[in-house]
């Protein structure tokens, strides 16, 4: 009963969201002529809140299918390098050009393939990527991926310089809604969605995520995918 509204809840938010979004967009560009400059920073908060619940209901949309079990994996194989390079674009809109954090990608080794779900582990590197700024002032997050052959899986990490984490709270904070009080959190306004998203992505490709931290320093999320995805 809860996937069920939860996905039913989420189809009927789309289309009022996306009419706000489009409308917004429109009047920044002007289509309906000029604005003052105090019409045009509502107009861009509008935009930004719209935006930002539209995030909140794809990944209610995401858990609800994934609990209902009707999520299916497309396990096909591609080069993680390449992967990176479209999530370095894809990412590069979110950091100003004098933004005092940098987004940096290591090369991955050369030839680095995997055989699995590549959407759904980009979801997963986006959250991860995304959750580390909200909670970084300063320095750089960094992206790897280092192969396990023992364990015949790829160990996918997001290291930050941000808040850190407690370790009594490492756990929460993969539940759904699970949030840690820090002060950067009124800015950041997050529902707590993202990272147990990952959690469950993780598992659907065969895998599992988990989380190094300490306060003031930063942390240092994995997401650990088998090579190849094996139906199970």
């Not at 604005?35 to 909140?56: A, C, H």
């Not at 790829?154 to 709270?169: A, K, N, Q, W, Y």
């Not at 969605?193 to 999320?221: D, H, Y």
């Amino acid at each position: 009963m809860k996937s069920r509204f939860l996905s039913n809840m989420s189809h009927e938010f789309r289309t009022p969201l996306s009419s706000i979004r489009a409308l917004a967009t429109l009047l920044l560009n002007r289509v309906d002529g000029e604005l003052t400059p105090e019409q045009e920073k509502q107009v861009t908060f509008i935009l930004q809140g719209s935006v930002s619940l539209n995030d909140m209901v794809n990944d209610l949309l995401d858990i609800a299918k994934i609990e209902a079990g009707k999520v299916d994996v497309r396990a096909e194989e591609f080069d993680v390098g390449e992967m990176f390079r479209a999530l370095r674009g894809m990412l590069r809109p979110l950091l100003d050009d004098d933004a005092p954090v940098a987004l940096v990608f290591d090369e991955p080794p050369e030839g680095m393939t995997m055989n699995t779900d590549e959407g759904k582990l980009s979801q997963i590197l986006r959250n991860f990527i995304s959750n580390a700024l909200k909670f970084t002032e300063r320095g750089e997050i960094v992206v790897r991926a280092e192969a396990l052959p023992e364990e015949a899986c790829v160990r996918f990490s997001v290291s930050d310089t941000g808040v850190g984490i407690d370790s009594e709270h490492l756990q929460i904070i993969f539940e759904e809604f699970g949030q840690v009080a820090n002060h950067l959190q009124a800015k950041t306004k997050g529902t707590g969605l993202g990272l147990s998203l990952c959690r469950n992505l993780a598992a659907l490709l065969n895998g599992s995520v988990k989380v190094e931290s300490t306060p003031g320093q930063g942390s240092v999320f994995y997401a650990i995918i088998p090579v190849v995805y094996t139906a199970s």
